[in-house]
């Protein structure tokens, strides 16, 4: 058998993780304290982070779980503004969606194209624009295998007054990732895959400067007041910490840490050269475009459905991820992106701009709530502004006694005067 799914999960895990993992399994439960205290230092040690910054990591079941509490937590007004990559992964795609339909904020998805996976400019012209309060990319696209220029978007973001989100489940462990050295605020990673760790442990860290609201854990011997908000999550808000699993990941990146630069890179050298020769085949389309990747390489063959491919190859005794592999937005603008103009404007109508016209005023920091995905609805009374997800409610106009509903099918505004917002801020509210 050839395994070759590492971007979903390594494997097989190198020796030491597997001895680890066992190890701590049958291990006396008194020693737990001790064995979360390492393992904890080598995965802090492992992302850079100060040991002045230490109780801002915090481990999770998974990079899902990570990204769930990191975006629903941090403090949200209607308005706000998120941009993100249109590669990102259902696991970061999805707290963002529920941003909008819950609490008024705006969706902006930066176009794709081969070789370019975020438009720059389009990123600064929704910075410049105001009210943008994070931008969260993936670090590599889990379906083309580009890596996204994550130092330019942090200096671009924080410029701006707003906080970068880093999801490196793709990035951790092909490259290094050191919260300092990229300038990112917030991290989430994955500890299963070019990790090399088991299967059931990631986390997230945050700067010290990220403010949080979170309800208070009563978890805590005693408790509290469940109802009072506290500055940061806690381990009882991303989950029980897999004692196994952070032993193998402590493991895993002490057995990394011994590689030389050579046999770390050979993965992305001999994906290189695979994407190079497939691209050669006749009937075979390989996704993605030139410029810094990781070890991912996805195709379309002429002759071979996606939904038999995975199937097609086991028989065949090569392991391979099949279908959209939790980033359908990926995949799409991959498989549509042959030329990059084509695929610049399918990503602008994907968030709500349907003409050229309304893409530059998208640009222009004019945001309007998008369509629904799968249909079209008419232009409803009032002015609209683009840039929410695909399937955010529509924006009512704005009146004294707006406030955004707790359901997407629930307006309460129903005023359609243009006067100015009651809010008295200096950028609209959300319902403007």
């Known amino acids: ?54 109780e801002r990591l915090l481990l999770a079941p998974s990079c899902t779980a990570a990204l769930a509490v990191a975006i629903a937590d941090l403090v949200w ?90 999801d490196a489940a793709q990035l951790a462990g092909v490259t290094p990732v050191d919260v300092t050295a990229l300038g990112v605020d917030l991290l989430t990673f994955a500890g299963h895959k070019a990790m090399q760790g088991p299967l ?29 908000s506290s500055p940061f999550p806690g381990f009882c808000d ?40 497939l691209a050669q085949r006749p009937g075979c389309r390989v996704l993605g475009g030139a410029g810094p990747r990781t070890a991912t390489v996805s195709m379309l063959l002429d002759r071979l459905p996606v939904a038999r491919a995975q199937a097609h190859f086991a028989e065949r005794g090569l392991v391979v991820g099949g279908g959209a592999p939790g980033a359908p937005m990926a995949r799409a603008g991959a498989r549509r992106g042959a030329r990059p103009g084509r ?20 640009r222009a920091g004019q945001l309007r709530p998008a369509q629904p995905a799968g249909r079209r609805r008419r232009r409803a009374r009032g002015r609209r502004r683009p840039g929410l997800s695909a399937s955010a409610p529509r924006a009512p106009t704005c009146c004294p006694a707006a406030s955004w509903p707790s359901s997407p099918s629930a307006p309460s505004c129903r005023a359609r005067s243009r006067s100015p917002c009651p809010s008295g801020r200096a950028r609209p509210c959300a319902c403007c």
């Not at 030491?16 to 737990?32: I, K, M, Q, T």
């Not at 370019?116 to 670090?139: H, R, S, Y």
């Not at 840490?257 to 290189?272: I, K, M, Y």
């Not at 695929?343 to 998208?362: F, I, K």
Request: proline share 6%.
């Open 1 to 54: 058998m050839i395994y070759a799914n590492a971007a979903g999960t390594s494997w097989p895990k190198p020796a030491p993780v597997v001895a680890a993992a066992h190890e701590a399994l049958l291990a006396d439960p008194r020693g737990n304290a001790d064995r979360y205290r390492q393992g904890h230092a080598a995965v802090r040690r492992f992302f850079g982070i100060p040991e002045s910054a230490a």
């Open 77 to 166: 007004e209607e308005g706000d503004v998120v941009v993100t990559s249109s590669l990102e992964h259902h696991a970061l795609a999805r707290p963002v969606q529920k941003l909008v339909w819950e609490r008024g904020v705006v969706h902006a998805q930066a176009p794709y194209s081969p070789g370019a996976p975020i438009d720059l400019e389009f990123v600064e012209a929704l910075l410049k624009a105001g009210g943008v309060k994070l931008v969260a990319v993936t670090g590599a696209s889990n379906v083309t295998g580009e890596r996204l220029p994550v130092v330019e978007l942090a200096a671009l973001a924080h410029a701006h007054g707003a906080l970068l989100l880093l």
């Open 200 to 228: 059931g442990i990631g986390g997230l860290w945050a700067a010290p400067h990220v403010r949080f609201t979170c309800p208070t854990a009563t978890c805590e011997v005693g408790g509290v007041d469940g109802g009072r």
């Open 238 to 277: 991303l989950g029980s910490v897999n004692f196994p699993a952070l032993a193998g990941l402590a493991a895993a990146v002490a057995w990394l840490g011994e590689r030389s630069p050579e046999e770390r890179a050979r993965p992305v050298v001999l994906a290189e050269r695979l994407h190079h020769q």
């Open 343 to 362: 695929a610049r404007r399918r990503a602008l109508r994907a968030d709500g701009a349907r003409s050229t016209g309304r893409a530059r005023r998208l």
